[in-house]
């Protein structure tokens, strides 16, 4: 009895995963386009007003796989900021983000153009934030976990536990941890988890990975 128990648990979970997980992702990033789309033309003029560049930003990162795509963000930093850069690498990162970048990064509403990816399947509404191609670090954590092969998220779980503060290994770890037990209910918590989040600015800290640790030394 115990036994068909957990083959019928395994058997829900995989079916959510395969099949209604991406029904799911389809169904809110199709109607998030269409609620959505005057406030993002608004963002776009702001943008388009604020500095000279385009409005969105083109970045490759790692996909399901280690596959490579190209992320779709509202640009938020001028046109000369190095390229294939991680934020935290940046010797100095506020020099490089516009006026309207830094609000627009604050509040995440930079990330909305990524409900395209999702629609398309290249990324999902919740799993592991797609890395930069050229982080090796974080790709080699993430691979001890398994990580890198789910389709990576809008949002997830390492950015309701810490987002920018986290370190790499920190952040695979829990990473890893969602792969492990994903679930209807672990995605419901991730998704309303990061709305209280961004309405707080949990975790934004430019150019802040490892945050969390540094300040446990100085305690």
């Not at 998030?32 to 385009?54: E, Q, R, Y």
């Not at 000369?80 to 020099?95: E, F, G, I, M, V």
């Amino acid at each position: 009895m115990l036994i068909k128990k957990l083959n019928g648990r395994v058997c829900s979970v995989e079916v959510y995963k395969k099949f209604i997980k991406r029904l799911i992702d389809i169904i809110m990033s199709f109607f998030g386009i269409i609620v959505l789309a005057i406030p993002m033309l608004i963002i776009a003029l702001c943008i388009k007003l604020d500095s000279k560049g385009p409005v969105l930003f083109k970045q490759k990162r790692v996909g399901i796989h280690k596959t490579h795509f190209n992320i779709l963000k509202f640009r938020t930093m001028r046109t000369d900021t190095p390229k294939d850069a991680p934020t935290h690498l940046l010797k100095n990162p506020d020099q490089f983000i516009t006026k309207i970048g830094k609000f627009l990064r604050k509040t995440s509403l930079d990330e909305l153009p990524q409900m395209f990816c999702i629609l398309t399947g290249k990324m999902s509404v919740i799993g592991p934030r797609p890395a930069l191609w050229n982080q090796y670090d974080l790709i080699e954590e993430r691979d001890k976990y398994g990580a890198n092969d789910v389709r990576p998220g809008l949002t997830g779980l390492a950015q309701i536990n810490g987002r920018d503060e986290l370190e790499i290994e920190e952040k695979a770890r829990i990473d890893g941890e969602y792969v492990k037990n994903i679930s209807f209910i672990l995605d419901v918590k991730c998704f309303f988890g990061t709305i209280i989040s961004v309405v707080k600015h949990d975790g934004v800290v430019e150019g802040g990975t490892g945050e969390l640790k540094k300040e446990r030394v100085k305690k």
